[in-house]
């Protein structure tokens, strides 16, 4: 979002890329290499008196300067950067070279501000300041070779370094090459956290070009800021780093297709974004970040304007975590939201049947409603983008799971209510429905996406959307997934209760009547005497509504061609008492179907289908003799039986 720097270089990312020991590019020339030569000493004192004698008397006194040094020498360099004295403090804690680099720019950039430097002389500062970090790497570099220290792990430290002030600077930074200015381009970068303390950290970076009709220029706007509302610990700055880290990367990929904006149909590429640093979010220090990238590309179709807005919080009180995600791109929309508890465990078939799950969601919710060979409503292009936002929804997905099983491990209450109770009860469930010889199971006319047995991941309620305006032509998909948990308690009987849910959804938003409409049910109910599995219930429902239609020109309207309802239910009930086994499966299909058929007649004709299927299994298994021979083990197995059927018909 800058000028080019050299006129080849098109942002940081070239710049940086440079090798840390490349001679050409630096401030400093040594005429020593060894360590132990006081000539050395005294040139790298006259041609690098950023660096204290004191350190370069340590340096001196090692034979391989440690990672800790270099970063010292590296923290000296940029620290030399600064413009003025009204640079924000430096609070309570060590800077770290990104956050340095970043402040580098922004006093140079206040010193500007101060003299009232016009925009063009803002833009010419930035390129400086970029250029200075960049010469601040490599007399690091040079420094340590004078001194005979430029080892391997040196220089991969340097690197490293370099690579992260590159991706923290780079959503500032980056720089496009225009030949038109009359398009008044604008570019933001917004982020705010909040530490569990209170404090607030705010960044703003602002860029824009444009045309001013009195001058008859190009002029240049620029703005960039960098807030903190309260003092920072070291463990607060560590956390806010890891948050920067990762929204700087996703800022990368935002920006980089800027350039192609003024397509109606393309959007920021999501491909390779990622959330996968939520997975390590720090809650003891952070409650919540919020972010927004946009850029605006004034043209012709008025298509040019894309925008992303994120949002996570956690709150403690509630030991809930949550995320809202919006993206807008041309014709293309994106929502997606997760609402999850922090209280969870590892279950990795589990996730995997969740994602699973998704994927057919997303199939039957993208088919175009009026065909049947399943191509994409969307068309080539906007699937594309729609399966891009997806691929991010379901990162989220797995790396807020990740951060309830982390957040568990820390808590001790999440410990006694999880690991305690539905852990365990998981554990015998699928004992049973696994290894049991007994076990019927549900029936397969409609196969479960969703998973038997109990999930041990934390509990949410999730969302993805994605609609694509063109016009009188708006289609629109819908996935929402969820699962939900109890626990209770009767006398000696205690249960987990979970229900899980997905549906997905089509339709056009009233541009037409076509619809999809599919939502899956798995219900599981347990009782637990003594450790023991006495009682167990599931169900599985799939139900499925579904219209299409097709326009008439001579009518001027949509006319019905296809209607269909259908659903399959299965259900079993399962009591183990007194090593009596008693299981009942009952499974149910119905479909009604409506067709248009051709027909002379002006009166529309239609054929009706409709089918219904019902069987019930009950099974008793075990010593049924000692049921019939003996009143009092009869009493005591009706007794138990009853008491289990009252705690599951309870809950």
């Known amino acids: 979002m800058v000028n080019n720097i050299l006129g080849s270089q098109a942002n940081l990312s070239t710049m940086l890329a440079q090798s840390v020991n490349n001679a050409n590019q630096t401030s400093v020339t040594p005429s020593l ?23 370069l008397n340590q340096l001196n006194s090692e034979s391989i300067a440690s990672n800790q040094k270099v970063g010292d020498i590296l923290q000296q360099q940029l620290t030399s950067l600064f413009t003025i004295s009204s640079t924000p403090s430096m609070l309570n804690y ?3 070279n990104e ?45 340590l070779s004078s001194l005979g220290q430029l080892g391997h792990e040196q220089k991969t430290f340097l690197a490293s370094s370099q690579q992260r002030v590159e991706r923290t600077l780079n959503p500032y930074m980056e720089s496009t090459n225009r030949s038109k200015y009359e398009d008044d381009d604008n570019y933001l970068f917004e982020l705010s956290i909040k530490t569990k303390e209170g404090d607030v950290i705010n960044i703003t970076f602002n860029s824009s070009q444009g045309y001013d009709e009195k001058t008859g220029e190009a002029v240049d706007g620029f703005s960039l800021s960098y807030e903190v509302n309260g003092d920072l610990s070291e463990e607060e700055h560590k956390a806010l780093s890891q948050v920067l880290n990762g929204v700087g990367e996703m800022a990368d990929e935002f920006f980089k297709v800027s350039e192609n904006s003024f397509s109606p149909i393309i959007v920021p590429n999501q491909t390779d974004m990622s959330l996968d640093f939520l997975a390590g979010f720090n809650s003891e220090q952070l409650a919540g970040f919020n972010v927004s990238f946009s850029t605006t590309q004034n043209d012709a179709l008025d298509t040019g304007e894309n925008n992303l807005d994120l949002s996570y919080s956690i709150d403690e009180a509630s030991n809930q975590q949550a995320l809202v995600f919006k993206s807008e791109g041309g014709q293309n929309e994106i929502d997606f939201a997760l609402d999850m508890s922090t209280i969870g465990g590892k279950d990795t078939q589990q996730i995997q049947q969740y994602l699973a799950s998704l994927d057919q969601s997303l199939e039957d919710s993208r088919v175009n409603s009026t065909e049947d060979d399943k191509k994409s409503a969307f068309g080539h292009k906007g699937d594309e983008a729609m399966q891009q936002g997806f691929a991010l929804f379901k990162g989220a997905f797995a790396s807020m799971s990740s951060a309830a099983e ?5 808590e001790s209450l999440a410990d006694q209510q999880f690991n305690d109770g539905r852990a365990m009860v998981a ?3 699928d004992n049973m429905i696994i290894n049991d010889s007994r076990y019927q199971g549900l029936a397969d006319k409609a ?7 109990i999930s041990k991941l934390a509990d949410f309620d999730a969302t993805f959307s994605y609609a694509l305006d063109n016009g009188d032509y708006q289609p629109k998909s819908t996935i929402e997934l969820s699962q939900a948990t109890e626990q209770t308690q009767l006398g000696d009987l205690s249960g987990v209760t979970q229900s899980k849910n997905v549906s997905s959804h089509f339709d056009y938003q009233y541009s037409r009547p076509d619809y999809y409409d599919k939502e899956e049910s798995y219900n599981v109910g347990t009782a637990i005497k003594n450790k023991e599995l006495v009682g167990l219930e599931q169900s599985h429902e799939v139900d499925v509504d579904t219209k299409m239609h097709a326009f008439n020109p001579q009518t001027n309207q949509y006319e019905l061609q296809m209607a269909m309802k259908e659903q399959t239910v299965s259900k079993s009930d399962i009591r183990l008492i007194d090593d009596i086994w008693l299981e009942a499966n009952e499974n149910s299909h119905n479909m009604s179907k409506k067709e248009r058929v051709e027909s002379d007649e002006k009166q529309a004709e239609f054929k009706t289908t409709s089918s219904h299927s019902h069987n019930k299994l009950v099974t008793l298994i075990g010593d049924l003799d000692k049921l019939a021979e003996n009143k009092d083990v009869r009493r005591e197995f009706l007794t138990n039986l009853s008491q289990v059927n009252f705690f599951m018909d309870k809950k």
């Open 33 to 55: 290499r060894t360590s132990g030569d006081l000539q050395a000493i005294n040139d790298l004192q006259t041609n690098a008196p950023k660096i204290t004698n004191e350190l």
């Open 94 to 96: 060590k800077l770290s």
């Open 99 to 143: 956050e340095l680099a970043l402040r580098t720019v922004i006093s140079s950039q206040n010193e500007g501000l101060l003299k009232k430097e016009s925009s063009g002389q803002l833009i010419e500062r930035l390129n400086t300041s970029v250029k200075n970090i960049q010469n601040a790497y490599a007399n690091t570099s040079d420094i």
């Open 406 to 410: 982390r957040y568990s491990n820390l």
């Open 427 to 429: 554990d015998l469930v």
């Open 447 to 453: 196969p479960n996406t969703l998973g038997s047995g």
